[in-house]
């Protein structure tokens, strides 16, 4: 079992940053990918970035490409999700997850291809 732990979130201006940190202990040499997903009331999860731990391989969702950046320090196990550019559509729960299965971007993209979650940090943008 991989035990995740999110922090880094907060209120900020619309235009500016925030990185939030993914913090893993447990089974971490089980894990092939670490993603970040976001949930609005009454919606969905969404994702947002995925990267995986060999290889570096980084995918993002249309909505946040060139303004996030997921990166991550195999040493500390932990994945950083750096935000610019912030925009009030940002405003959500962020939630990392991590999945043992090791496959292409449509694998990674999905919320049910992952078996742990963390329990999420609140990013909010003003305008």
């Known amino acids: 079992q991989v035990q995740l732990v999110e922090s880094g979130g907060g209120l900020v201006q619309a235009g500016g940053s925030l990185r939030l940190s993914c913090a893993a202990s447990?089974?971490?040499?089980?894990?092939?990918?670490t993603g970040w997903f976001r949930q609005t009331p009454g919606k969905e999860r969404e994702f947002v970035a995925a990267?995986?731990?060999?290889?570096?391989?980084?995918y993002y969702a249309d909505s946040v490409k060139g303004r996030f950046t997921i990166s991550r320090d195999n040493a500390k196990s932990t994945v950083y999700l750096q935000m610019d550019s912030l925009k009030p559509e940002d405003t959500a729960v962020y939630y990392c997850?991590?999945?043992?299965?090791?496959?292409?971007?449509?694998?990674?993209?999905?919320?049910?291809?992952?078996?742990?979650w963390g329990q999420g940090t609140q990013v909010t943008v003003s305008s």
């Open positions: 997850a991590a999945t043992p299965g090791a496959s292409g971007s449509y694998y990674y993209l999905r919320a049910m291809s992952y078996n742990s």
């Open positions: 990267i995986t731990w060999s290889g570096g391989n980084t």
């Open positions: 447990g089974r971490t040499s089980s894990m092939r990918a």
